[in-house]
């Protein structure tokens, strides 16, 4: 026996599994052999080794009460064993007994060698080393000398297996062209360090620094409370530079420490935050499902793409398994170096991003989102979500009502049934239908009443020419035509994300009316939106990218649009610029934009509320502008969404 730990490559779970605890605990013995061992027939040459294999069973489960023991009880080998392994949970060994050797001299006597196999990370490098145990023949009963020297290389009876972790560099989160966007930045944690104020004095201490940071006074002077009497209880997170933030002086205040440190951070506080998610202190939870990768105290993504990719993103920690007896002497057993992390690599564009970013901000009391995608690519060049939608992600997750701009698919349903962009449509001032009255929004022009082609419909936004039209497309037609332009719930887009809902059946003719105007049961988020009209320019089923080779597959469409359909479709959304209330986006500097706004009235009773939406298209850019409430579409979120295609300025072809 060397005593010397070695490293051997063994089939590891693929990738993406969260496997980091030791295999199961399975010893590599025979079924027969333990029924034997059970048996109690163990007097001949068989029962050498299934002695040692019930040995080598016992150390890999805990269990002794099969395994045949000389100089310990059952009892005594579990608690050594436990007591030995307490530092390296939650791993547990694989352990396999080889052939028993016996001893030439001694017909009552043999050895065997016990290989050990500890799954450390989800790496191919396991932790492997072999021991030997002595075999003896008592009573006609072979059995294992059991000593402290079975459970790793030449470990003594005060000795026990401690693990030093270092954890490892975490991958940058990249955007289009390899930008970084979330990188270690420098931070200040800011709290109350209970070595600098006297007990007596730590509470009002933790109220006086929750109210200088906007905290909940009671829980934060709670948890001061709870804390050790020399915990370090944190706050508030501050970057570097932050101008809501006056470090200096809260450092100032009793008991307050700023500890500089950095911290994986975005360039700016609201920067793609609920997509991107952010990284802190593991919390128990995550702890705990990490099966022994990430322990307390590691940085782990919290939310978004930093939870869901947070095992790529981490790396493997260095580890040091060292044999102690709890003083300074260690003897190192393994070690491997930590391993950084993988990047991420995702579509946002910083620029695009950021002008999203600054239009949302300016919508304060509602929840809003711009969502913009590359057509010709899928590609997500931004996602962002207005601070009233209190951190959701509304962008990719918020379904709502998409109102008139659904229209662009109940276009193509009609365009489907033999209507062209010149079809005639009557739109009467109101239609009723099972008794409910539908009506066009107010101040529609009475010049574009009566018999009107579906160009106009569009352009003007009738909501009754399409109504009246419902016979024309049926709601199976209206799903599919959704479906063909990417409004479906079946899409695995590999990220937190849906695009919107259209049921293929009505629960009546009224249900059916308002689907046609995009209420009712329809349910559409703004990247579902931003695709429709993607797929528009596209001229096929646009599937939105945001994270690079994913691995995600797209499926085909029930009926694929076509040429000559999004020709058409395109043409309808481009007279919404020409000749309806999208008129205000033709100055805006470069290709020609096609749009569609969108109301959908919300809540009950007489005081309902609209959704306002403007979905639009210039050169190879598609966009979805929401609030959640608002005016109407082309007055609410319209001006937001000229304000950012004048922001990103797409290039002229």
Request: aromatic share 4%.
């Amino acid at each position: 026996m060397t005593g010397r730990s070695t490293v051997g490559a063994v089939t590891t779970a693929g990738a993406g599994t969260r496997r980091l605890r030791g295999r199961r605990p399975v010893a590599l013995v025979g079924v027969a052999a333990l029924v034997a061992v059970l048996g109690g027939c163990s007097g001949g040459e068989d029962g050498r080794q299934q002695a040692a294999d019930a040995l080598a069973a016992a150390l890999a489960s805990g269990d002794f009460s099969a395994a045949a023991l000389d100089g310990a009880t059952a009892a005594e080998a579990t608690e050594q064993r436990a007591a030995a392994y307490e530092g390296l949970e939650p791993w547990t060994p694989e352990v396999a007994a080889g052939d028993v050797v016996p001893d030439e001299e001694d017909d009552a006597a043999a050895t065997v060698e016990l290989a050990f196999t500890w799954d450390v990370d989800r790496s191919d490098d396991d932790w492997t080393y072999t021991t030997h145990a002595g075999l003896v023949k008592v009573d006609d009963e072979w059995r294992a000398r059991w000593s402290p020297m079975v459970l790793a290389p030449d470990l003594t009876a005060g000795e026990t297996l401690d693990v030093h972790r270092v954890p490892a560099e975490r991958a940058d989160v990249l955007g289009a062209g390899d930008a970084v966007l979330v990188e270690s930045r420098p931070v200040f944690r800011i709290g109350i360090d209970k070595t600098r104020v006297p007990a007596a004095e730590a509470d009002p201490a933790a109220r006086a620094l929750a109210s200088a940071v906007g905290l909940d006074v009671e829980a934060y002077a709670a948890q001061v409370a709870a804390a050790g009497e020399k915990a370090f209880v944190e706050a508030i997170v501050v970057r570097e530079g932050d101008p809501a933030y006056d470090v200096a002086a809260l450092s100032a205040l009793p008991g307050v420490n700023a500890l500089a440190t950095e911290l994986p951070l975005a360039p700016t506080r609201a920067f793609a935050r609920p997509v991107l998610g952010t990284v802190g202190a593991a919390t128990a939870e995550i702890v705990e499902e990490s099966d022994g990768a990430v322990v307390a105290g590691d940085l782990a993504g919290l939310g978004g793409l930093q939870r869901q990719f947070d095992e790529q993103l981490r790396g493997l920690p260095g580890l040091t398994v060292v044999a102690t007896t709890g003083g300074s002497q260690e003897r190192e057993l393994f070690h491997v170096e930590p391993q950084v992390g993988e990047p991420l690599r995702t579509t946002l564009d910083p620029a695009v991003q950021q002008a999203a970013e600054d239009v949302v901000a300016t919508v304060t009391t509602s929840a809003s989102a711009v969502v913009a995608l590359r057509p010709s690519t899928g590609e997500v060049l931004a996602a962002a979500s207005g601070p009233g939608g209190g951190g959701m992600s509304t962008a990719t997750l918020g379904l709502y009502a998409p109102g008139s701009t659904f229209k662009v698919a109940t276009s193509l349903a009609l365009l489907r049934a033999g209507l062209t962009p010149d079809s005639a449509l009557t739109c009467p001032p109101t239609t009723a239908v099972e008794g409910r009255e539908f009506q066009n929004y107010p101040g529609y022009p009475a010049a574009a009443l009566g018999d009107i082609p579906l160009r106009t419909a569009v352009a003007e936004s009738c909501n009754t020419a399409f109504i009246t039209a419902a016979d024309q497309a049926p709601q199976d037609a209206l799903a599919s035509a959704a479906q063909a332009l990417g409004l479906a719930d079946d899409v695995d887009l590999g990220f937190a994300g849906t695009l919107g809902s259209v049921p293929a059946e009505s629960s009546g003719a009224t249900d059916h009316a308002a689907s046609m105007i995009g209420q009712g049961r329809i349910q559409a988020t703004p990247l579902g939106m931003a695709t429709v009209a993607a797929s528009v320019v596209a001229g096929q089923r646009v599937t939105p990218r945001l994270v690079v080779d994913d691995g995600t597959e797209t499926p085909a469409p029930g009926t694929p649009l076509t040429a000559p359909e999004a020709e058409a479709l395109r043409a309808l959304m481009r007279a919404v610029v020409t000749e309806g209330g999208g008129d205000f986006l033709q100055s805006v500097p470069g290709p020609e934009v096609i749009a569609k706004s969108g109301t959908a009235q919300y809540g009950t009773g007489p005081e309902l509320q609209n959704h306002a939406w403007m979905i639009a298209a210039q050169g190879d850019l598609a966009v979805a502008v929401f609030v959640e409430t608002g005016d109407f579409g082309s007055t609410t979120s319209g001006p937001l969404l000229d304000q950012f295609l004048r922001a990103v300025a797409v290039p002229a072809a």
